[in-house]
């Protein structure tokens, strides 16, 4: 009796012994804090992209990492982070969120956001605003001030009015390369498809919050929302397993409940984040529609790890973590 209860201590003891030693490394393996943003998913000129516009876009999203990487390097959190960083891409005509959006089939720009908090799925969407000057913000406030996940149109502006969001004329966010995009009807012309943004990013607290921000899809009409605002097609945030912001065909990630799925693979599968984004973006999409549900995806899971996927020909994406890395690719 004695030996057996010794026995059961000497076990529940290296079991006491041996979870500690794997919190401990599983804290060390994880960095402080890491970010990734995307500026949108497409065939790039197939492959025939200027240097000087590569190096553009380059920059760009080189200065929004840099503002999301200074918060959570200065010991912020990543809702702060992911806010800050898509803010900048919003003002900044190269993409399609904000300024510089894909007008409608009337010439007017609709903007969609979404934001999710892997900390409690707290989540928070807007579709089809057109005077909000940061969507983003929009769909963060729906997350913090509302009981709601996703506001639309009339009643997301008028909810976003009784906040201190900025408020700005539609006009405000219709560039003359855009105009010019809708007055000659280049819809066909393959390059015109990109430049949503997303950003993941998970503090030194763990926190994974995810995000992403479209002008939609050119030429759009009767109100079409895609799948950026959508939570668990283009946006999806869980602390238990992984962050997630997509890009691309809207219909088919909506159908494919693209980011949930990833999220899945992890959780009820134990496959780790990449393989996971692969299997989604290689197999599941093209078995939709091989031609059709083209995209990709940024994404970072629970340990840090940075994950990113995409079955065009390039996806301009940029990521950072505490351990020095840094980088910046488009193919
Ligand atoms: N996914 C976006 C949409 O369908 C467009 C894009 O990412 O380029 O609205």
């Known amino acids: 009796m004695k030996k057996s209860l010794y026995l059961l201590f000497v076990f529940f003891t290296g079991i006491l012994i041996q979870s500690c030693t794997n919190s401990t490394a599983q804290e060390q393996n994880r960095p402080d804090w890491a970010i990734i943003i995307h500026g949108g998913a497409g065939p790039f000129w197939n492959g025939n992209i200027t240097e000087e516009k590569k190096a553009n876009f380059f920059n760009s999203l080189d200065e929004a990492l840099s503002v999301g990487q200074e918060i959570l390097a200065n010991g912020g959190e990543s809702i702060d982070a992911v806010e800050a960083a898509i803010k900048l891409l919003e003002d900044d005509p190269q993409f399609n969120a904000g300024k510089g959006a894909v007008l409608t089939s009337i010439g007017t720009a609709e903007l969609d956001a979404s934001i999710m908090n892997g900390a409690d799925l707290n989540s928070g969407a807007v579709a089809g605003v057109r005077n909000v000057k940061h969507p983003i913000s929009a769909a963060r406030l729906v997350m913090e001030a509302s009981p709601h996940v996703m506001l639309a149109g009339a009643g997301a502006e008028e909810f976003a009015a009784t906040s201190k969001l900025e408020l700005v004329e539609n006009d405000y966010f219709i560039t003359e390369a855009r105009l010019n995009q809708f007055e000659n009807r280049v819809a066909a012309l393959e390059k015109e498809k ?9 503090d030194q607290f763990g926190n994974i919050v995810a995000a992403t921000s479209t002008g939609g899809t050119f030429m759009k009409k009767w109100g079409r929302v895609g799948d950026s605002p959508i939570i668990g097609a283009g946006t999806y945030a869980n602390n238990a397993s992984c962050g997630v912001s997509a890009t691309g065909a809207g219909e088919f990630f909506i159908r494919g409940t693209v980011a ?36 990709g995806i940024i994404a970072l899971d629970k340990d840090g790890n940075i994950g990113f996927s995409f079955n065009t020909k390039g996806m301009l994406r940029a990521y950072a973590n505490s351990e020095g890395i840094k980088e910046i690719g488009l193919y």
């Open 194 to 202: 990109m430049g949503t943004v997303g950003c993941v990013a998970i």
């Open 260 to 295: 949930r799925d990833i999220a899945a693979l992890m959780e009820y599968k134990n496959m780790s984040l990449q393989d996971a984004a692969d299997e989604i973006i290689h197999s599941k999409l093209p078995a939709i529609d091989k031609e059709k549900a083209v995209g």
